[in-house]
């Protein structure tokens, strides 16, 4: 049976001490949550201090990112070592704002995939198309390749451990969201793709719904049967708010 996930994607947002406080307040309220994986995604700086706040509670701790290499030369990047070492057990890859302004490639995420599972960390991987790519209904084609460039690449027992996140760009942050039949099509047609390679895998596989997922439309976007949960941006800054989608299932 497939994981309920929900992910809270804090992004650049927090001082370490109000992360660590927010931290605190979901671990208290996720005590009303049963049969859902929670998981928390602070900047880098918090992971520690977050860490000890997750400690003993059912909210797992993931990165936001990681590095491609394993160590180096590579001023400003963070290890997956180093992610796991702090207490991770989660790591976003892939996400569209690093694709869009950092310049990720399939080439790239394809190294972050390896560090992942050399420590033992889940990746949460994200695919998804902008605007422009929906409008002119290559979204099919595009999140196909983006997943036959990356996560096809991945053996058998790797590919188990994967999490999917669809995020549609255009609804990242707008207050868009994309329409629960919309949300279910492209998640089934992401379940039909991995299936390609993995074959009845792929039906254990949890796919999240990442684009603004909120308290008041998560329940009507988790009543598909393809999507699995979420990944959540603006309102997992808010302990009521996160629990609330936690909730929604």
């Not at 497939?2 to 804090?10: E, M, P, Q, S």
């Not at 160590?71 to 704002?97: F, N, P, Q, R």
């Not at 290559?138 to 996560?151: D, G, I, P, S």
Request: proline fraction near 2%; hydrophobic fraction near 40%; charged fraction near 20%.
């Amino acid at each position: 049976m497939r994981k309920k996930i929900v992910a809270g994607n804090w992004k650049m947002n927090t001082s370490v001490s109000k992360g660590a406080q927010l931290a605190s307040e979901i671990v208290n309220k996720s005590k009303e949550v049963e049969g859902v994986t929670l998981i928390v995604a602070p900047p880098f700086t918090h992971l520690t201090k977050v860490s000890e706040q997750l400690k003993g509670s059912q909210v797992a701790l993931s990165a936001q990112n990681c590095a491609a290499e394993a160590s180096g030369a590579y001023t400003g990047e963070v290890a997956a070592l180093m992610i796991a070492d702090a207490g991770a057990s989660y790591c976003i890859l892939g996400h569209s704002e690093r694709r869009e302004y950092y310049g990720e490639v399939d080439a790239t995420l394809n190294k972050k995939l390896v560090q992942c599972f050399a420590n033992n960390l889940i990746p949460i991987f994200c695919v998804g198309e902008k605007l422009d790519e929906r409008e002119s209904n290559r979204h099919f084609e595009v999140v196909k390749a983006q997943l036959q460039n990356t996560v096809f690449n991945l053996g058998e027992e790797e590919f188990g451990k994967v999490i999917i996140a669809y995020e549609p760009v255009w609804a990242i942050g707008t207050g868009k969201t994309a329409t629960p039949e919309q949300a279910q099509e492209i998640h089934a047609f992401i379940r039909e793709t991995l299936a390609l390679k993995f074959g009845a895998k792929a039906e254990e596989t949890s796919i999240l719904y990442g684009g603004s997922c909120n308290p008041a439309n998560a329940k009507s976007l988790f009543l598909n049967k393809d999507v699995d949960g979420g990944l959540i941006g603006g309102a997992s800054l808010k302990a009521d708010d996160f629990i609330a989608i936690a909730k929604s299932f």
